[in-house]
């Protein structure tokens, strides 16, 4: 249950990431790294670490995202 929970917020997370590599709204990550660490959580207390790597990758991803726009681009 808590696998599909994480991976129901990693698909939330997912979605507002790819928003994110629009120009100009690359503040919208700072908003999902949160939301995948909560995830990440989700996932880690599962049984299933599919969750859990899907989260963990999206965080992975929404850092680098932020530091090559200088953190709000």
């Known amino acids: 249950m808590l ?3 994480s ?4 698909l939330l ?3 507002l990431t790819l928003v994110g590599f629009i120009p100009f709204l690359g503040w919208l990550n700072w908003l999902t ?3 995948g660490i ?3 959580a989700l996932g880690a207390l599962s049984s299933s670490n599919m969750g859990r790597n899907l ?3 999206l965080i992975i991803v ?3 995202r932020l530091f ?3 953190g709000i681009i």
Request: with cysteine; charged share 0%.
């Open 7 to 10: 991976l129901f917020v990693g």
């Open 13 to 15: 997370v997912l979605l």
């Open 55 to 57: 989260n963990l990758i």
């Open 38 to 40: 909560v995830g990440l």
């Open 62 to 64: 929404c850092a680098i």
């Open 68 to 70: 090559l726009g200088g």
């Open 3 to 5: 696998n599909i929970l």
């Open 33 to 35: 790294i949160p939301m």
